[in-house]
């Protein structure tokens, strides 16, 4: 049984940075991806990006780019979100998922949640 567990939440000024953790237990042979979700109050629980477990390919939303960047350690079981230049509107609760279906960010997809980590970007 796979599990994750978010870490790295905090409250941070605009302009920072923050660098989240997904730290994935049990095996990922059946999976194929590992995505990073956000979901701000009253909104929608949208997709921030994701990580090929295969082939290392990696996807934002147009909203992130050039701004976080996801990475992994396998050593260390854990996939990255680092987050810089955080502005308010990145205020969220950030999970972190895992999809054994396809590569994409469709919520559908993931089958496996971690229990979330809070982001609050306020001067």
């Known amino acids: 049984q796979l599990k994750l567990v978010e870490s790295g939440g905090g409250l941070v000024q605009p302009g920072e940075s923050l660098k989240l953790s997904c730290s994935v237990s049990g095996s990922t042979l059946h999976y194929y991806c590992i995505g990073w979700f956000r979901q701000a109050p009253g909104k929608e629980r949208e997709g921030v990006g994701f990580?090929?477990?295969?082939?290392?390919?990696?996807e934002y939303i147009d909203s992130v780019k050039g701004r976080f960047t996801i990475s992994r350690d396998n050593a260390k079981n854990t996939v990255y979100l680092q987050m810089n230049s955080l502005k308010p509107e990145d205020t969220a609760v950030y999970y972190c998922?895992?999809?054994?279906?396809?590569?994409?960010?469709?919520?559908?997809?993931?089958?496996?949640w971690g229990q979330g980590t809070q982001v609050t970007v306020a001067s």
């Open positions: 990580i090929k477990l295969t082939d290392n390919k990696i």
């Open positions: 998922a895992a999809n054994s279906l396809n590569a994409g960010l469709g919520l559908g997809l993931y089958d496996v």
